[in-house]
C-alpha cells in the first residue's frame, strides 16, 4: 500500500521518453472516503458516502447538505466533528464526520434520491427531473452582474494559479468562487469536481455568504447537471467550465436563468445560456442565444 500524508502521496514513477526510461519521484492525488452522519435528538444517521481527496471535509459535508435540501442556515448545525467513537478504527478517524443538528429528530430522508452512495468521479447519482429543483425553493436569480469576456477569460489562468495540490499532483479538479471583478474569493480542490463545489458552497455556507448572487463560479473540467444543480440551489449567476457542458447542464442553466459558459480558455468561450449577463463592447449580449 501506498503510504498516504493528507492530500496528497508519494510514490515511485518509471518515466519514458524518447526512448529512454529513468526512475523518479511522484505525488499522487489521495482519493479516500467520507462518511456522512446526522446525528439529531440521540439519533445518529448515514446520509452520504464519497470519494474524495481529505482536506476541507467539513466544508464538503455542509456543501453537500446544503445542495441536497437537508439543511438551509447555519443556525441549524450544532457543530461538525470528526467520529472519534471507540469502536472506529483510529486510521478510519478521519474519514467519518457527524453533523449535530439542532432538530427534535433526524429528518425525513425518503425524498433524498442521491443519498448514500457517490463516487469522485460522477457525483451522487442523479436526480432525473429538472423539477426536482423546481421544488427547492431556489431563491431567483438577479439580472446581473454584467461580466466582460476578458474577465472571463482571465479566470482559468487564476484558477491555475492558485492550485497548490494539482501543481504537485496533477491528478485533481478544482471549483473556483470569484467575485463579479475577477478577484477570488475561495478555492478549493478534489478528485471529484462534485466535492470541489461542494467544498466552495460548504465554506460560502458556513461564512453566511449565501445567496452567491454576485459572483462567478468556474470548475475545471466539464459543466454537469449535478454542478448546474447545486450553483442553481446557492443563487449563482454565472457558472464557467473549461470544457464542455452537457446537455441537461444546459437545459438546467436556460430554465433557471443561469449564464452557462463552456470551452473558457485564453482568448475563447462558448455562451450556452444566459447571454444577457455578457457584455460585449459595453452592450449586453443577445437573448436569441437562449432558443437556438
Given amino acids: 500500500m501506498i503510504p498516504r500524508v493528507g ?6 514513477v518509471t518515466v519514458v521518453e524518447s526512448g529512454r526510461h529513468r526512475v523518479r519521484d511522484d505525488q499522487l492525488a489521495t482519493e479516500e472516503p467520507l462518511e456522512i452522519r446526522l446525528q439529531a435528538a440521540g439519533e445518529t444517521q448515514t446520509v452520504a458516502v464519497t470519494m474524495r481527496t481529505p482536506g476541507n471535509d467539513f466544508e464538503l459535508a455542509a456543501g453537500f447538505l446544503h445542495n441536497e435540501g437537508i439543511i438551509s ?4 448545525l450544532n457543530g461538525i466533528t470528526y467520529c472519534v467513537d471507540a469502536d472506529v ?9 457527524n453533523v449535530g443538528l439542532r432538530l427534535a429528530g433526524l429528518p425525513e430522508l425518503a425524498t433524498l434520491e442521491r443519498h448514500f452512495y457517490t463516487t469522485s468521479a460522477c457525483g451522487v447519482c442523479g436526480k432525473a427531473s429538472l423539477d426536482a429543483i423546481a421544488m427547492r425553493d431556489c431563491p431567483a436569480l438577479p439580472p446581473g452582474p454584467a461580466v466582460n469576456p476578458s474577465l472571463l477569460t482571465a479566470l482559468p489562468q487564476k484558477l491555475r494559479a492558485a492550485q497548490g495540490l494539482f501543481e504537485a499532483t496533477g491528478g485533481l479538479h478544482a471549483a473556483g468562487l470569484f467575485d463579479a471583478s475577477g ?5 478549493r480542490e478534489d478528485v471529484g469536481r462534485h466535492n470541489a463545489v461542494d467544498k466552495v458552497i460548504g465554506w460560502a455556507f458556513m461564512q453566511r455568504k449565501l445567496p452567491l448572487h454576485d459572483c462567478i463560479l468556474l470548475v475545471s473540467g466539464r459543466a454537469s447537471y449535478e ?9 449563482l449567476p454565472v457558472v464557467c467550465a473549461v470544457s464542455a457542458p452537457s446537455h441537461l447542464a444546459v437545459d438546467v442553466a436556460r430554465r433557471f436563468g443561469v449564464t452557462l459558459v463552456g470551452f473558457l480558455r485564453e482568448e475563447r468561450l462558448n455562451v450556452y445560456a444566459g447571454a444577457q449577463r455578457i457584455q460585449w463592447n459595453g452592450q449586453i449580449g443577445p437573448e436569441e442565444i437562449e432558443s437556438s
Fill in 7 to 12: 492530500s496528497k502521496v508519494r510514490t515511485r
Fill in 73 to 76: 442556515e447555519p443556525a441549524q
Fill in 89 to 97: 478504527d483510529a486510521d478510519q478517524r478521519y474519514n467519518i464526520v
Fill in 183 to 187: 478577484t477570488l474569493m475561495c478555492l
Fill in 227 to 235: 454542478i448546474l444543480q447545486k450553483s442553481t440551489v446557492a443563487g
